[in-house]
């Protein structure tokens, strides 16, 4: 395994993970605001805080009120948002390109037109196109993602892309479990439906929920992202997933040993969906902020290992 | 009727500017009540060409193929799959016409499951004479060997469709469907296409959402299970990819999280009912069955049945497991029973009807019979255990021969037929043959009952395509709409 192409395969996986979750968002979002609904209120801060740069936007535009429009061109276009759709596969495709020689053509192909299709749309898109807009992207990215199950081969760099889009996974889902709180002031279950709806359809867990449970309760909702070891979305899943990934890695006798993931999904089974329904910081809550931290450092001790490899 | 839009009429406009009035009926977009968003929709569909609003059109027709959104006709052969005819132009309701509707409906539920439990429970409207007894016992809907079994909760409808119509300006009911209704999933997709294609009026006009059905259905259907089970499973039983509503049935089983099962992965032992899987049996507490009552047990009711389960009529009976809807619906929604509805609701909740409904009159009746037969051309003649628009003779439109050949049916089975006054179904903008013109339509909201009634604040709005066509059924050449409430001012 060459380090540059570990190094590049997973954080190509990362940015093409977030720019997905972004896209859904921003997709499930437009869809929702139609309906006249409590949702109408929220859905500024919503996005804004599961981009996780809501500091970035008010420092950028510094405006008295926040305007959807002005949102959503952060979130789609702005250059100098690293977590913009444009950011992200402009990054992604960068990381692509510095390891063309191990991604499938096909892969490549998508990812490039993905950026090629970013680049020439134009930036005010209008009401009218962006359900096709958003249809695109999420098309060509899951095409992408098809393409590397389909026909990639089981190497290190395989696992290793996987493991960037499952991490990235588990901490998109991670930082919204911790942001309910702030988007359910209030437990009206009409607001709570439409949130919880628009989380589930954001993280493509919908179906695999309503399977899963009766009803669109908060304690369950949790509980699904949490614990739950067959949803593709949930921390569980994502992180007994990244463990395995590294056994498989050829070279994981040489890599720090991922204990800490274990530790986790041994801790994140006895987490009480309460934790994070709490808006005060709580014990549980530090806890599970700081597996994840060593987590994040294992992996990149790793990276840093896999170049002396 | 002169509006405040009747002016706009003659000088029309974009997509409206050849579009004329229907004599004699009432347009639910240019003869409506006043309404400032209903200004807006029209203001925003004028701006139109028709030479920009057919690809619109084709582009919806192409959605609902790549989506597979499609129902079987049972006369053509096989049962061939076709994509239901959409129209793009919404039927608008105002709120305030809402909220009658809305409360009219929930009385009607409410009264119709109380006849329910009493037909099967003590007959007491029938002991006090306030429906004739031979009548409600005669109706084919009515199943003697489910009397005495009252459903948990009380609850026969847990999901019905009320066929609402507008003569004038007033929504008036034309028909209950209590049994297995159908077409709220073309009402969810409906909505997801007009907000695809037409995102920029959902920004200028509030329209309430509908995308919670699925969610209120399970909601509902759960709170009707004793809170002593652990984990209960609901299943949606379908009779299988060849039914005409296969579709929807598919939809709401994905959409409520539930397996969608046919009648031979059930089976029933000790007086329960369970689901065959890869890992044995397992339990089943609830169905949300979309077969017909008499094909559900052939131990019961049809013995030649091959859609039913055997012995799922003694779970029921047992109470070991849920159906929604009930058994044995049909009597309450036999149109033979439908003149009598307002009795009905005055008798179980002692209030006045609140919705009105079409003067009807039962060819059982002599003196009503009498008058009818003489008068054939000037009724709508109805088979009372019939739906899809099957058997339904317009008098207007009939001839000579057939309105004889009606009569001879009518004096030989009289208590097989209805006759209702022909209405004036109200129109709507509507494109055909590359025109707007305008259209009868009628609505379908649906309401699930649980605990208490919830009406789905929209429907399915059927639309007959063909001119001076009053029949909307899709499996008769109508089309849909998307049902557009608006919300308060």
């Known amino acids: 395994m060459i380090p540059r192409i570990a190094d590049h395969s997973f954080w190509m996986f990362r940015y093409l993970e977030r720019g997905e979750i972004l896209a859904r968002l921003l997709s499930a979002t ?121 026909s990639l081969h089981r190497d290190d760099y395989f696992y290793l892309m996987e493991i960037g889009s499952l991490y990235e996974r588990v901490m998109q889902v991670y930082h919204m479990l911790n942001s309910l709180p702030l988007f359910l002031t209030d ?65 994981h006798s040489k890599l720090p040993k991922p204990d800490i993931i274990f530790e986790t999904t041994e801790y994140l089974s006895n987490v009480l969906p309460a934790t994070f329904l709490d808006p005060n910081e709580n014990e549980q809550k530090q806890t599970m902020r700081e597996l994840l931290n060593q987590i994040n450092s294992t992996l990149q001790t790793s990276l840093s290992e896999l170049s002396v490899v | 009727m002169t509006s405040f839009f009747t002016e706009q009429i ?16 009432f347009d639910e977009f240019f003869e409506a009540e006043e309404n400032i968003f209903l200004q807006k929709i029209i203001h925003y569909f004028e ?87 031979e009548l409600v016992l005669s109706a084919k809907g009515y199943l003697p060997k489910l009397q005495g079994i009252t459903p948990p909760g009380g609850v026969y409808i847990h999901v019905s469709g009320i066929d609402l119509i507008r003569d004038g300006s007033s929504f008036a009911v034309l028909e209950d469907n209590l049994k297995v209704p159908s077409g709220v999933s073309y009402v969810l997709e409906n909505r997801r296409i007009t907000k695809q294609l037409f995102p920029e009026i959902f920004a200028q006009v509030p329209v309430l959402g509908i995308n919670d059905y699925p969610a209120q259905l399970k909601k509902a259907l759960y709170a009707l299970l004793p809170e002593s089970y652990e984990d209960p499973l609901l299943v949606l039983l379908t009779p299988g990819p060849y039914n005409s509503a296969y579709y929807e049935h598919l939809y709401l089983a994905k959409r409520m999280g539930c397996p969608l099962v046919r009648n031979q992965e059930l089976v029933v032992e000790n007086g329960k009912v369970y689901l065959k899987t890869l890992s044995g049996l397992k339990r089943v507490h609830m169905i949300y069955r979309r077969t017909d009552d008499e094909y559900l047990d052939p131990t019961v009711f049809k013995p030649d049945s091959c859609l039913g389960v055997p012995g799922l009529i003694d779970a029921y009976r047992r109470g070991n497991v849920v159906l929604a809807n009930a058994l044995g619906n049909g009597v309450a929604d036999d149109k033979a029973i439908y003149p009598f509805v307002p009795q009905i609701i005055r008798y179980f909740l002692g209030e006045d009807p609140i919705l009105p409904q079409i003067e009807t009159y039962s060819c059982a009746d002599p003196s009503s019979r009498e008058q009818i037969l003489a008068n054939l051309s000037s009724y709508v003649i109805k088979i009372v255990n019939q739906s899809g628009g099957n058997g339904i003779l317009i008098g207007e439109q009939a001839t000579r021969q057939q309105l004889k050949e009606m009569g001879e049916r009518i004096k030989a089975n009289p208590r097989d037929y209805i006759a209702q006054p022909l209405k004036q179904l109200s129109t709507c903008p509507t494109l055909h043959n590359g025109k707007i013109c305008p259209r009868r339509i009628d609505f379908r909201p649906f309401i699930i009952y649980g605990q208490t009634p919830w009406v789905l604040p929209g429907g399915l709005t059927r639309v007959a395509l063909l001119k001076d066509s009053y029949i ?18």
Request: hydrophobic residues 40%.
């Open chain 2, 10 to 25: 003659h000088l029309g406009r974009g997509l409206f500017k050849d579009y004329e009035l229907q004599p004699g009926t």
């Open chain 2, 47 to 133: 701006k139109y060409s028709l030479e920009r609003f057919m690809p619109l059109h084709e582009k919806a027709f192409q959605l609902f193929r790549q989506r597979g959104i499609t129902f079987n006709v049972y006369k053509e052969q096989c049962g061939q799959e076709k994509i239901f005819p959409f129209d793009l132009l919404p039927r608008p309701i105002v709120y305030d016409q809402w909220l009658t509707i809305q409360k009219g409906l929930a009385q009607r539920i409410l009264a119709l499951n109380a006849f329910l439990q009493d037909i099967y429970g003590e007959q007491k409207i029938l002991k006090d004479k306030v429906l004739d007894r």
């Open chain 1, 187 to 251: 437990k009206e279950s009409e607001a709570q439906f439409e949130i919880l709806n628009l989380l589930l359809e954001c993280f493509a867990s919908t179906e695999n929920y309503l399977k899963w449970e009766a009803g669109f309760q908060l304690e369950a909702f949790v509980e699904f992202f949490l614990q739950d070891k067959s949803s593709p979305y949930s921390l569980q899943y994502g992180l007994n997933k990244i463990a395995q990934n590294f056994a498989s890695l050829s070279t």
């Open chain 1, 30 to 150: 437009h869809l929702a605001e139609m309906d006249f609904n409590s949702l109408s209120e929220r859905k500024e801060l919503i996005l804004l805080t599961l981009s996780q740069e809501k500091n970035l936007f008010l420092k950028l535009y510094n405006v008295k009120a926040i305007d959807i429009e002005l949102i959503l061109y952060f979130l789609i276009w702005q250059e100098l948002n690293p977590n913009s759709l444009s950011s992200l596969f402009k990054s992604a495709r960068q990381n692509a390109q510095l390891i063309r020689e191990v991604i499938s053509e096909q892969m490549w192909r998508e990812i490039n037109a993905l950026y090629l299709y970013l680049g020439k749309s134009p930036q005010d898109t209008s009401m009218h196109e962006r359900h096709d807009f958003y249809a695109y992207i999420l098309g060509k990215i899951l095409r992408c993602k098809g393409h590397f199950y389909n």
């Open chain 2, 472 to 489: 909307v059924n899709s499996c008769q050449g109508g089309g849909s709409k998307d049902t557009w409430v608006l919300g308060p001012i």
